[in-house]
């Protein structure tokens, strides 16, 4: 449960998921049964991240609406890499390897997999930050010791 400020000011406990920060369609809940104490303010910064997914997704489908159908390869495994639990693992990356590409040191644009057994639940061991040069060519070459 949340403190929430309605667009007119008027103060409403609500509940948000930890999550994704959606605000649940859940009853309301009258301010004499919670300890305003310990209620939390609502986090604005997980609702943000939330609608910057669902803007991402949503302009995806509208381009395929509008025939764009360059990007049909949306799937379970593309729709990965729009979660904002992806966005901060290629983040973590990326600040591990001083946002250098780890095989030419030139600006990382890339987090690579050097495997798939863990994917959705990657360590940071799974991956590598590359420049896109770099990642064309490791899956141009498409090595035998999967990198």
Known sequence: MVIYYQKDDRKTIRDQCTKCGKLLNTPATSFSKVNQ????????????????????????????????????????????YFTREWKELRQRV????????????????QAHHKHYNNFRNEHLDDLISLCTTCHSAIHEKKPANNE
């Open 37 to 80: 104490e310990e209620t939390l303010l609502y986090n604005e910064t997980l609702a943000d991240n939330r609608k910057e997914e669902l803007q991402e997704i949503k302009a995806y489908y509208d381009s395929l609406i509008k025939g764009n159908y360059g990007r049909i390869r949306y799937n379970t495994y593309e729709s990965y």
């Open 94 to 109: 990326f600040q591990r390897d001083n946002y250098k590409c780890v095989k030419c040191g030139s600006n990382a644009e």
